[in-house]
């Protein structure tokens, strides 16, 4: 059983983390072999302040990376691209991620 939906939600979730966690670790492992040795106040701070909004940003992930929610970001993205801009609600033909040959 394929879904895209779980890799989108994957991809964006690991991303997130990287990029809030990533230069935190690596001043961390720079310190531990004394690459650095003192680190200003503000650095620190900011790195912190980085790390706590991961944790903030995580509710508003799984908002909206809901199944439902990619189902309608996807119609309005493919009823632009097909010239439909007026309100992006169309038969409900592309209203699926998944074709019905995965399921």
Not at 11 to 30: A, E, H, N, R
Not at 46 to 75: A, G, M, Q, T
Request: overall charge positive; hydrophobic content about 40%; some cysteine.
């Amino acid at each position: 059983y394929y879904d895209i939906h779980v890799n989108i939600f994957l991809m964006t979730s690991v991303t997130f983390y990287v990029l809030c966690w990533g230069p935190f670790l690596v001043d961390i492992l720079l310190r531990s072999v004394n690459v650095v040795s003192s680190c200003t106040g503000r650095l620190e701070l900011w790195l912190v302040r980085l790390v706590d909004f991961k944790s903030n940003l995580n509710p508003w992930l799984y908002v909206i990376l809901r199944k439902e929610n990619l189902r309608r970001i996807v119609r309005k993205f493919r009823s632009c691209r097909a010239g439909n801009i007026q309100d992006g609600e169309g038969d409900g033909e592309n209203d699926r991620l998944v074709s019905d040959t995965h399921m």
